[in-house]
């Protein structure tokens, strides 16, 4: 069974950091792209960030240099650090995987999400 169990969020206040995590299992995690997508309350989901198994990363555009994505295959974990927080990423942060190790792999799974917000 393919799991994906996201932690770390919570409340921080505008310029704070957080690390979140996502614990996955059922699947061979090192074969993959994995990312981080998020819904803000009322909003669609947003693409946030992308990591092959080389450990190539890709970023939206809003990151500007703020998070960093990266994962430990020999633990099947992957991991998003944010910095510089701002209330607009007030949101649910989702881990997801992918089907392949293309950048336009499709996703199939994801987690149940952990909330993050910022304000003050």
């Known amino acids: 069974e393919v799991q994906l169990v996201e932690s770390g969020g919570g409340l921080v206040q505008p310029g704070g950091s957080l690390s979140l995590s996502c614990a996955v299992s059922?699947?061979?995690?090192?074969?993959?792209?994995m990312m981080w997508v998020r819904q803000a309350p009322g909003k669609g989901l947003e693409w946030v960030s992308s990591?092959?198994?080389?450990?190539?990363?890709k970023y939206g555009d809003f990151v500007k240099g703020r998070f960093t994505i990266s994962r430990d295959n020999a633990r099947n974990t992957l991991s998003l650090r944010l910095n510089s927080l701002k209330p607009e990423d007030t949101a649910v942060y989702y881990c997801a995987k992918s089907i392949g190790n293309y950048w336009s792999s499709p996703l199939d799974a994801w987690g149940q999400g952990t909330l993050v917000t910022v304000s003050s």
């Open positions: 059922g699947f061979t995690f090192n074969n993959i792209v």
């Open positions: 990591i092959a198994r080389s450990g190539n990363t």
